[in-house]
């Protein structure tokens, strides 16, 4: 399968699944929490999709993975009815925390700037 299709499919998986995510569940764990779905890599033979999110909300990280893990039949119904694939891969749900961790850097420059500016 072509790279360029390969993103074309893991673009459309990312878009359906972080509307999925954000309006459809109903489980207090993800519908609490804010979950953004940061990358989809599907393998070729589109059997499994890695999905990486980011939880901003620190403690309810394994929470939040575990509710997606509860909901996983309802997301892969739901990605299958509105992508017409030949197979609709399985979802494994990774923590992506690049976001938390430049947020954290950022945080630590701002800190360091302002004591600079103090001395």
């Known amino acids: ?47 499994t999709s890695k999905v990486y999110i980011s939880v901003l909300q620190g403690n309810k990280k394994e929470d939040v993975i575990n509710g997606l893990n509860a909901a996983h039949g309802f997301l892969r119904k739901e990605v299958a009815r509105r992508i017409n694939l030949r197979n609709t891969p399985e979802f494994i749900f990774k923590l992506d925390e690049s976001i938390e961790y430049g947020m ?8 360091v700037m302002k004591a600079s500016d103090k001395a």
């Not at 972080?18 to 059997?47: C, F, H, M």
Request: charged share 30%; net charge negative; aromatic share 2%.
């Open 104 to 111: 954290h850097m950022s945080k630590m420059i701002q800190d």
């Open 1 to 47: 399968m072509s790279a360029q299709r390969m993103t074309r499919i893991n673009e459309e998986i990312k878009k359906e699944l972080a509307q999925l995510v954000s309006y459809e569940i109903k489980d207090p764990r993800v519908s609490d929490a804010i979950v953004s779905i940061v990358a989809v890599e599907t393998t070729n033979d589109l059997k």
